[in-house]
């Protein structure tokens, strides 16, 4: 899929301090009925954004007009559950572009990666620091920087690098796909099928 | 030669490449797709005006969206009917096997996998949804991916992974009466947590999990990802190979003879050595129920909600804003507590020997009056099994109605939603908020308990009936 070349993005965050958000709640089950990757951002934390009559819950914090940004900072345990990539897409879709966590889950952090959304991992004492940082000031900005593998609290200058592999790294700092690398090794895929 | 582990073997017998700094390029033998997470996939074929590499290599159903009733009419939800006609659709512009619903292969699609014969020891096996580890059971590398990795697979047969730490968990010692497959996969997931499993791939070995039927062995592994891991697998024997003979693709004849030669090598060295390791007592594990918002916030039966004396912080916000979520308080007891659904059925508890259990069960009782219970064959060849056997019978004279095959009220993306509030005891496979309709307040059990929940309306140790 198509997505924006990643560099370094300078923004204020928007905090949901919750453990183990599972993907159910990033988008619920009922609004995967869409045949193309369109308008998830909508329904994005469909249940816990808005009450049943449709209407916005104000003290969630995506409704919370104090706060704003690319950066989106979960609690530990981020994405777990069903393997759904329309989570991705509905934060991608949102306008994140970065999800700071203690901790992902495994097949969320591949679907982030495969669609421009960066996981970054940080230890849980910083996530504390970033949770504090934003409950003093929440127009306080960060620094997330590919290049460097680097997030930093501007208001502090504190940081902490974080790890990505090479790999996928080069992908998103040239918005490339894995099946561009796929369809590219055919031959020797046909080629590993003779030897099975 | 290296001490390999059983994952390790079937990883290695099937990575094409390792890219420098990056993932492994791995060969997949089987894909399955369904009908919510494959569109987008199609359609990027599409736009890079591709064509599938292996459509013989691919399988596909509709299950996550179905109804559960009326499955000969057309699908009232205007969007379901759209993504299942996608479905298949795609399949007839691909060259893909499409199951249909009604026809004999129909069901779950971790289902039908392995009554079919598709699911076969050491291979590699994906599906866009996380219930695939379901397929580990048969000492096969089997997990689930997102939708831009299943448009890789139909791309390229392949998909770029990185490869994953090695867990082990041994179980050792002879399950209690009334103590299930499921059991001891909450039971796991209770003591490690949902995270515990996170960047590894399980495999499961000791004599209580080689003693589980296959259908047992599926449900533990189907409950893997619950735990974080990526996947669970079980190392082939006997049980494995008397449940594969003879189904539709298991090989035949001097085929099958080899491939039995080569399962019974699939099982990790005596030496290997796993990242990690837990052992656990079977004696220890009574029949589990989930009192929290996640699958790893379960008990025995008999105890009580955890207190948050010694949590902390977001610890304990979370696991408060869970119970109040469920309407429950620490310290109390799950015991009789007040039951109103009950789910049978889903990729977890759909089998027959699932529906066996929970019909002997009932057998001669009555469905208590103010529950409602949605019985779910996880596929065509359950229903049409459960009718062969009479169990429709003894369901209908205790009060219970079967429905039609599909994910049903697991998900709930179809009209099988728990009302607002309502609880539930599920034999599905998560019970996070929401998950069963908007406001559904969840339960993880066995069949047997829920059963027991059945007959009397609150939660129930099913051992007092047996």
Do not use: L, V, W
């Given at each position: 899929m198509a997505y924006d070349k990643f560099s370094k993005i300078t923004s204020p965050a928007i905090p949901l301090p919750v453990e183990n958000v599972d993907t159910d709640q990033i988008i619920p089950a009922r609004y995967l009925k869409a045949v193309e990757r369109k308008g998830f951002g909508d329904n994005l934390f469909r249940d816990w954004r808005y009450n049943?009559?449709?209407?916005?819950?104000?003290?969630?914090p995506l409704n919370n007009p104090m706060y704003s940004g690319k950066i989106l900072i979960g609690g530990k345990n981020?994405?777990?559950?069903?393997?759904?990539?329309h989570a991705a897409w509905a934060l991608y879709d949102y306008g994140f572009r970065v999800v700071v966590s203690s901790f992902f889950a495994d097949i969320f952090k591949n679907n982030a990666l495969n669609n421009g959304l960066l996981p970054v991992v940080v230890p849980g004492e910083f996530l504390q620091r970033i949770f504090k940082t934003i409950e003093k000031n929440p127009d306080a900005e960060f620094e997330v920087d590919l290049q460097k593998q680097k997030f930093t609290i501007l208001e502090s200058g504190e940081s902490v690098e974080f790890e990505i592999n090479p790999y996928k790294k080069h992908c998103l700092q040239n918005g490339l796909d894995d099946i561009d690398y796929l369809v590219a090794m055919k031959d020797k895929i046909a080629a590993f099928e003779k030897t099975k | 030669m290296e001490a390999k582990t059983l994952f390790d073997k079937i990883w290695d017998a099937h990575e094409i490449e390792k890219v420098k700094g990056g993932p492994s390029v791995l060969y997949i033998d089987r894909h399955l797709i369904h009908e919510v997470t494959s569109p987008v996939a199609f359609l990027g074929l599409k736009t890079r005006g591709l064509k599938v590499f292996r459509p013989d290599q691919t399988t596909a159903t509709p299950d996550h969206n179905v109804p559960t009733t009326n499955q000969h009419l057309t699908i009232m939800d205007e969007l379901s009917r759209h993504q299942v006609d996608m479905l298949k659709r795609n399949c007839q512009e691909h060259d893909i096997v499409y199951h249909d619903l009604q026809t004999d292969g129909h069901g779950i699609v971790h289902i039908i996998g392995p009554e079919l014969g598709l699911t076969k020891p050491g291979m590699t096996i994906v599906c866009g949804d996380s219930h695939t580890s379901t397929h580990g059971a048969f000492g096969a590398i089997a997990f689930g991916i997102g939708t831009s990795e299943v448009e890789m697979v139909l791309a390229s047969q392949c998909i770029m992974q990185p490869k994953p730490k090695k867990m082990r968990i041994t179980v050792n010692g002879k399950l209690k009466k009334g103590v299930t497959a499921k059991d001891i996969a909450l039971y796991i997931i209770s003591q490690i947590s949902t995270s515990g499993g996170t960047g590894h791939f399980i495999e499961y070995a000791g004599s209580a999990i080689t003693s589980l039927s296959m259908e047992g062995r599926m449900t533990l592994c189907n409950l893997s990802?619950?735990?974080?891991?990526r996947g669970g697998m079980i190392a082939p024997d006997e049980t494995t190979i008397n449940y594969v003979k003879g189904r539709q693709y298991a090989p035949i004849g001097k085929d099958w003879d080899e491939a039995v030669e080569q399962w019974k090598n699939l099982k990790s060295d005596p030496d290997a050595v796993f990242d990690t390791e837990y052992t656990f007592d079977a004696t220890q594990i009574e029949p589990m129920i989930t009192y929290g918002t996640n699958p790893g916030m379960g008990v025995g039966i008999t105890q009580s909600i955890p207190k948050t004396e010694g949590m902390e912080g977001s610890d304990k916000n979370t696991y408060l804003k869970a119970l109040q979520y469920m309407g429950y308080s620490e310290g109390e007891k799950m015991l009789g507590k007040k039951v109103d659904y009950v789910f049978v059925g889903s990729c977890?508890?759909?089998?027959i020997e699932d529906f066996r259990a929970f019909t002997a069960f009932v057998k001669g009782r009555k469905k208590a009056q103010g529950v409602t219970a949605w019985l779910v064959p996880g596929s065509q060849k359950v229903e049409k099994q459960i009718r062969a056997e009479g169990l429709d019978k003894v369901l209908t004279e205790a009060g219970f109605e079967l429905r039609q095959p599909g994910c049903s009220a697991c998900l709930a993306m179809n009209e099988d939603k728990i009302p607002e509030g309502k609880y539930a005891v599920s034999t599905s496979n998560r019970n996070f908020e929401g998950r069963q309709g908007p406001g559904a307040r969840t339960m993880l059990a066995s069949p047997l308990t829920a059963a027991a929940a059945a007959i009397t309306g609150v939660i129930t140790d099913p051992r007092e009936f047996l």
């Open positions: 049943r009559d449709g209407s916005p819950k104000t003290e969630f981020f994405g777990s559950g069903s393997s759904r990539e | 990802i619950e735990s974080g891991a977890t508890n759909g089998r």
